[in-house]
């Protein structure tokens, strides 16, 4: 299958971040996510931009 134009930007534009969370952590952190409507991803990159901004 042939890889997407997106797909493909991605793999050249980004890197990946690996983090290892025990599973209630990481269960608690979605559900709240989930209750406020929004993201894991989105509230990681969120806290990420305003640290380096510091």
């Not at 599973?23 to 608690?28: D, F, H, I, W, Y």
Request: with cysteine.
């Amino acid at each position: 299958m042939a890889e997407s134009k997106q797909a493909k930007y991605i793999r050249q534009n980004y890197k990946r971040l690996s983090l290892d969370l025990k599973p209630e952590v990481l269960e608690a952190f979605k559900k709240i996510c989930k209750e406020r409507g929004t993201k894991p991803t989105t509230e990681i990159k969120k806290f990420i931009d305003e640290y380096i901004k510091d």
